[in-house]
């Protein structure tokens, strides 16, 4: 079986290491971790990638100009992107973001359980344990 690759990009430490804790365990996957866009934009170019998380603010560039360069790359065109959104952030940004090329999104705060639903549609492989 090929690995499969999972890319979360967010400037918050710790949040990065929970999320990608639930990722492993739950999913026993590769996780990849982005603390800027430019990081994520290198490790898109130096990985297969297979499935983003990405959250909206962040420095530098943020998550929507992200998406937009993601959808743009032919090489990168096809992985499923799902975007963090606070919850403080109207549905209009929300809408902004699935227009960008964003698949799903997550309102933060959000529970294991809901990250699990957002992102067993993209997933090949199986929960292991």
Partial sequence: MQEFTFL???????YCEIIADVIMWAYNLN?????TALEAQSLLNN???????LDVVMPVMDGLSLVKWIRSDPAHSH?????VVSAKVSPT?????????????????????????????????????
Avoid at 47 to 53: A, C, G, Q, V
Avoid at 110 to 126: H, M, T
């Fill in 79 to 83: 992985i499923p992107i799902i975007v």
């Fill in 93 to 129: 940004y929300r809408n902004l973001a699935l227009e960008a090329g964003a698949n799903g999104f997550l309102v933060k705060p959000f529970g294991s359980n809901d990250l699990k639903e957002a992102i067993s549609p993209y997933l090949k492989v199986k929960k292991t344990g």
């Fill in 31 to 35: 996780v990849l971790i982005a603390h």
């Fill in 47 to 53: 990985n297969e990638i297979n499935l983003i998380l």
């Fill in 8 to 14: 979360l990009v967010d400037d918050g430490d710790p």
